[in-house]
């Protein structure tokens, strides 16, 4: 999990990254979990809250600006 405090230390090409990174992650959680294999299904609840607070961070940067 990441905190709203580390990504807020972070410049927005990172955030974005990271977000990235965490897209592709649910995506294959998601493929997973459908094919009956995920051995923890709170990841995918886990990875959508940290796309969430990602985005939330880089609108509050966007709009600081």
């Known amino acids: ?5 580390e ?3 972070m410049t927005v090409d990172e955030i974005r990254h990271k977000l990235e990174a965490l897209k592709k992650d649910l995506y294959y959680l998601r493929t997973e ?14 990875a ?3 796309i969430a607070r990602c985005e939330t961070v880089i609108k509050e940067k966007s709009n600081a600006k």
């Open 7 to 9: 990504l807020r230390n």
């Open 33 to 46: 979990a459908k094919a009956g294999r995920i051995e923890k299904p709170h990841r995918i609840h886990q």
């Open 48 to 50: 959508r809250k940290d």
């Open 1 to 5: 999990m990441i905190k709203a405090n």
